[in-house]
């Protein structure tokens, strides 16, 4: 599977992006999208995943710095997988990646980098002050 990364900006605190992620291939059956980031000086960080088995089931994971900010969606006709963030924050900064992977178990929770196997490229979101 191959990921597209887009939606990334620069916007004043308090703003909202909404990143895309498109998938090509296969992401039906049991699988995991989410979303890192990685700011200047500092290591990637989980920040959001979904997991699905159907069409109708999927589970959402959050970091707790984006908890009630973010909202990671999916959308099956589109095969594209989205991180809305509102409110963002100066420390939002960060180039953001998608990953994604086939996995067994759709009811644990998938929050490390080597939970996923296909990654895209990043986009960089910028939130100044």
């Known amino acids: 599977v191959q990921l597209q990364a887009s939606g990334g900006g620069s916007v004043q605190a308090g703003g909202s992006l909404r990143l895309s992620c498109a998938a090509s291939?296969?992401?039906?059956?049991?699988?995991?999208m989410g979303w890192f980031r990685q700011a200047p000086g500092k290591e990637r960080e989980f920040v959001a995943a979904?997991?699905?088995?159907?069409?109708?089931?999927?589970?959402?994971d959050y970091a707790d710095s984006v908890k009630g900010r973010f909202t990671i969606s999916r959308d099956t006709d589109k095969n594209t997988v989205y991180l809305r963030m509102n409110s963002l924050k100066p420390e939002d900064t960060a180039v953001y990646y998608c990953?994604?992977?086939?996995?067994?178990?759709?009811?644990?929770?998938?929050?490390?980098?080597?939970?996923?196997?296909?990654w895209g490229q990043g986009t960089l979101v910028t939130v100044s002050s």
């Open positions: 990953a994604g992977r086939t996995i067994r178990d759709y009811r644990r929770i998938y929050s490390k980098e080597s939970d996923f196997g296909s």
């Open positions: 291939g296969r992401t039906a059956g049991n699988y995991v």
């Open positions: 979904i997991r699905w088995a159907n069409i109708r089931t999927h589970y959402e």
